[in-house]
């Protein structure tokens, strides 16, 4: 049986928690399904492969931007706490689970296959990272108990299949509504936080005009472009916060942020400049990759969506949704994290003190990639004030939970880390509180929250999803009337008195 288990971590850790392997096959088989030459299929995996590289060596860009910025903060504000880091909590349960979490994953993602070919969910989720990290919370959060093994992977299993069929499903109409005419799904654990950001949008942005609108004058035209726009933003960013750890830390802490420390301090201020440019070419890396992907797999998806699955939809990583509102990305990540910060505040002020809640420390990385998408929804829904809110919302969605989704982790609790993103929270938090009511009860509780999700998903999907319900169009509807009654009063040829005898109407 070691073989077994060897055979399926390598599986689970070589090639399906790699998303550009992944999603490689994915549209290999798709285009072998609709019977393309092997030159086609070879070319169009590898493209596909390659486009998800492309997003890859970008986050990391994000990554290597933003780490100093963060050393920043934390130093100009003096806050410690848990910094929500999925690789680092999935690192080390590995140690531990690594045979469950990967049994899991396998059987989650194929057990997903059937219940997307049996149900009208026609999901197929392929963000492989996030499947991994979801089999490994799930396995935690039931390791804990006296659970055996085998009834671990049974019910994991079962319980990361519906999440990956129900989640795409449930946030789908605010996804149409952003892009992609239905073609596309976002498959990424932060969906909670999507969901809110573009209802928070539908209340509060009626006539909320979208960020892509946004008049700029002649002079700073250039600022259209996004990259440019980003960058631009992200240097002052820098430089300000720079500044803040410069005054409050000293010279010798701060010129420590970056990899080569600085001799003076006009060094350190270019460095600052420097990591904001480069953060502007990461975003643009994932732009760009994200486009290649879409080019190669969504027509794949017609072989897969004839042959195995009817109808399927790919269920896409967060950055999918970035390029049908490129301003809003920004708009969203730092509304997100001054959502992050607030909501730190209020920890630190009521919860810690009163119930001894942990401090989450708003991290840059979760709160680009989460709270981007979350502007992007609450853009589509709500213009420029539901990206602005809705992401706020995200920001305060993903600080809460993390904290709250401590107490379930048993051990892992106190490894000063913990998951981030939304759906992690909440699911994370739900499964954990049902199966401490025993061996019996606790499987009962799992098998209630499997049955509601999936019968929330599929009522969402035919309510609103299969009748095309648009969760903006009553923006849409504001906008246009009062676009209307902006638009000066046409005049037509100056009339004249009729003539006796004419019988004109009056």
Known sequence: MDWLVTVAEFVVNEILSVPAYLVGIITAVGLVALRRSVGQVIGGGLKAALGFLLIGAGATLVVAALDPLGAMIQGSTGAQG???????????AQERFGAQVAWI??????????????????YVF?????????????????????????????????????????????AQPWTRRVGGDGKIAIGHFGTLGYIAAGAT????????????????????????????????????????????????????????????????????????????????????????????????????????????????????????????????VLVGFLSSFVGGLVSLGLIAWIFEPWVGMALILPGLVPHFFTGGAAGVFGNATGGRRGAVAGAFVNGVII?????????????????????????????GIVT????????????????????????????VQKRF??????????????????????????????????EEGTGAAT
């Open 126 to 170: 392929l963000t492989g990272h996030h499947m991994l990290f979801m089999a490994t919370l799930l396995t935690m959060v039931l390791a804990v108990t006296d659970m055996p093994t085998f009834e671990v992977v049974l019910v994991g299993t079962i319980l990361l299949a519906t999440m990956l069929v129900a989640m795409p499903a449930l």
């Open 399 to 427: 600080t809460f939970l993390p904290a709250l989704l401590l107490d379930v982790l048993g051990s892992f609790g106190k490894a000063n880390t913990t998951f981030g993103d939304a759906d992690f929270g909440w699911f």
């Open 201 to 328: 949008g539908q209340v509060v942005g009626r006539r909320s005009r979208s960020t892509e609108e946004m008049k700029i004058p002649e002079g700073l035209r250039f600022l259209r472009d996004s990259m440019v726009a980003t960058a631009l933003s992200m240097v002052i960013i820098y430089v300000v916060m720079a500044v803040l750890f410069l005054v409050s830390s000293g010279r010798e802490e701060a010129f420590a942020a970056f990899e080569t420390p600085s001799a003076d301090v006009g060094d350190y201020l270019m460095q600052a400049v420097m990591q904001g440019l480069q953060f502007g070419i990461a975003v643009a890396v994932i732009l760009f990759g994200v486009r290649t992907i879409l080019g190669e797999l969504v027509p794949a998806f017609q072989g897969i969506a004839e042959r195995v699955v009817p109808g399927a939809v790919p269920a896409l990583d967060a950055p999918i949704v970035f390029p049908f509102a490129q301003n809003a």
């Open 82 to 92: 848990v910094v929500p880091t999925n690789e680092a909590i999935v690192g080390i």
């Open 465 to 498: 999803v299969l009748t095309g319900w648009d969760p903006g169009a009553k923006r849409d509807a504001a906008l246009a009337a009062a676009a209307k009654e902006t638009e000066p009063e046409k005049t037509g040829p100056e009339k004249t008195e009729p």
């Open 432 to 459: 954990g509180y049902a199966v401490k009511g025993g061996p019996v009860l606790g499987l009962l509780l799992l098998l209630a929250l499997v049955v509601a999700l999936m019968a929330l998903a599929i009522w």
């Open 105 to 122: 994953m396998i059987l989650g993602f194929v057990l997903s296959l059937v219940l997307a070919r049996l149900t009208p969910l026609r």
